[in-house]
């Protein structure tokens, strides 16, 4: 028989759903899960904000409530009050949900590519999309590696040496996981899909640079090119999920806490309900993000400025509660913060103002 839910793809989206679906005893038919690599997860690092009520549920394995923005010798650091900024890796995410998979009856998880749409009566489809989709590309690598002796980071680099490029914006992400071990990231928002092996050797530089008189080895690496908005719609199995459905934040990446709790809720209304909502952001966010991406596509020189002024005029927890999108009059702090020239040529479309 055909199953009740079909899950193409077993990323962070697809394997949230079957997580979700996992915590209640009986369903009302089997659970498919196609997925060829599954372990491919494993080499992922997923970051977001949350708070201390939302602990539980979005399980860090690592926190840190400082974080900071850098452009040349300008720098903002950020402590957060209300919000904290969390790491789960991809490992831990994967081991959760192939543990629930594994401890139910109904849930079955194949190591299989699917071409075509599914029979089911619900199908999601979490693959990533073409990258000739994006309106805008986060290209990154990142390189953990362990130090013999304390690294001497003391908060998150979300965006440390920023500068503009031909086709967007550059910028490295620190991530420390612990005192001794250290994520570092050189990232792109860029028009132009970046070329990994060049991101690469920039954290190769930045490595030797920093920590010249330091022992380290290479534990791990990761990379990949993440949607920020669609410039055409992509053709579905089904129901959407994850980047693909939306799930990660244009303007950011971020997409963990968001994909989390839609997979949750999508969940709780299959076995409730028996409907499915897809996920939508709220219409004032799509149109802030896109006029974002529209200056990151005609003027790339501008962007590493408005993310300063941004940062510096916000508070920690107003920014970052705008970055995980909580709730709609986020975007209003944002706009009190931002730079208006900028943003206002770009909903007038002259770029050649700014």
């Known amino acids: 028989m055909d199953p009740w839910v079909h899950i193409v793809g077993g990323g962070l989206s697809g394997l949230s759903l079957a997580a979700s679906l996992a915590q209640f005893g009986t369903l009302p038919g089997r659970v498919l899960i196609s997925e060829p690599v599954p372990e491919s997860l494993a080499s992922k690092t997923f970051s977001f904000w949350f708070t201390e009520g939302e602990r539980n549920f979005l399980k860090p394995e690592h926190v840190s409530s400082r974080w900071s923005v850098s452009q040349g010798s300008e720098a903002t650091v950020h402590r957060g009050h209300q919000f904290t900024y969390g790491t789960r890796s991809g490992r831990a995410v994967l081991d959760d949900a192939l543990s629930a998979i594994h401890n139910h009856a109904q849930i079955e998880l194949v190591h299989e590519t699917v071409l075509t749409k599914p029979k089911a009566t619900y199908v999601f489809d979490s693959r990533p999309c073409d990258i000739e989709t994006h309106q805008v590309t986060q290209s990154f690598v990142g390189i953990e590696v362990q130090f013999e002796h304390a690294h001497g980071i003391s908060e998150v680099g979300l ?45 190769e530089h930045y490595l030797m640079d920093k920590f010249r008189n330091h022992s380290y080895e290479v534990q791990r690496t990761e990379s990949a090119h993440i949607p920020m908005g669609f410039r055409q719609r992509s053709e579905h199995f089904g129901i959407p999920l994850g980047a693909r459905g939306g799930m990660t934040r244009d303007a950011t990446g971020y997409g963990y806490r968001t994909i989390r709790y839609a997979c949750d809720q999508i969940a709780k209304d299959l076995i409730q309900n028996d409907v499915v909502k897809p996920f939508r952001r709220s219409v004032a966010t799509v149109w802030a993000d896109r006029l974002f991406l529209n200056l990151i596509q005609h003027r790339p020189d501008a962007i590493p400025q408005i993310l300063m002024q941004i940062a510096n005029r916000m508070t920690p927890d107003k920014f970052a509660a705008f970055m995980m999108n909580c709730a709609p009059w986020d975007l209003f702090h944002l706009l009190r913060a931002a730079p208006a020239k900028p943003f206002t040529c770009a909903l007038l479309g002259r770029y050649q103002w700014i």
């Open 159 to 203: 965006m440390e040496r920023l500068v503009a490029t031909d086709s967007g914006v550059r910028f490295v992400y620190l991530l420390p996981l612990g005192p001794d071990r250290l994520l570092v990231e050189y990232t792109e928002f860029t028009t132009v899909p970046s070329d990994f092996s060049e991101l690469a050797t920039l954290n």
